[in-house]
């Protein structure tokens, strides 16, 4: 069986849109308050602006480390395990109710679709007391995939 070989494709930012747009596990990494790293595998989704967008609860430690030290990294995985990722660095804001209201119905259509009924979900969001983490994209890596070095290649 042919060995699968590593690769690394720098993509400019329209290319990094495209491939961030239909994949929606991601692990945020925030940074504490002693300094070391804060992992949270989230779901997001990517909005108008190229930014990512996760849903979240204003209670949650991403959203407190966010609030002291804005600066965050996320790792975008495909579906498969295997497949390409890349890692994205930004400066996030948290928005709140009653501004992540309509953010908040952003994100669901850019993960799901439309909704059947959307104000079901916006009083489900304001139930919750849901909050929106916007991270917009400063840096990014190129598109990775794993696999063995070329030089081991059949």
Known sequence: MPRSI???????????????????????MTTRADGRPQSSPVS??????????I?????????TNIR??????ACVLSDDWNGP???VDGVAEVLDLPE????LVDYFR???GEHPDWDEYRAA?????????????????????GGFPARLAD
Not at 100 to 103: F, G, T
């Open 6 to 28: 590593a690769r690394n494709t720098r993509v400019d930012r329209d290319a990094l849109t495209e491939f961030l747009r239909p994949r929606h596990r991601v692990v945020l």
């Open 68 to 73: 002291r030290d804005p600066r965050v990294s």
């Open 44 to 53: 997001c989704g990517v909005d108008a602006e190229g930014r990512l967008v």
């Open 100 to 103: 992540a209201l309509e953010p």
């Open 125 to 145: 969001m304001v139930k919750q007391g849901k909050s929106l983490i916007r991270v917009t994209i400063s840096a990014w890596g190129p598109i990775a995939t």
């Open 85 to 87: 990722w890349v890692q």
């Open 110 to 112: 850019s993960i799901s």
């Open 55 to 63: 849903s979240t609860y204003p209670e949650r430690a991403k959203v």
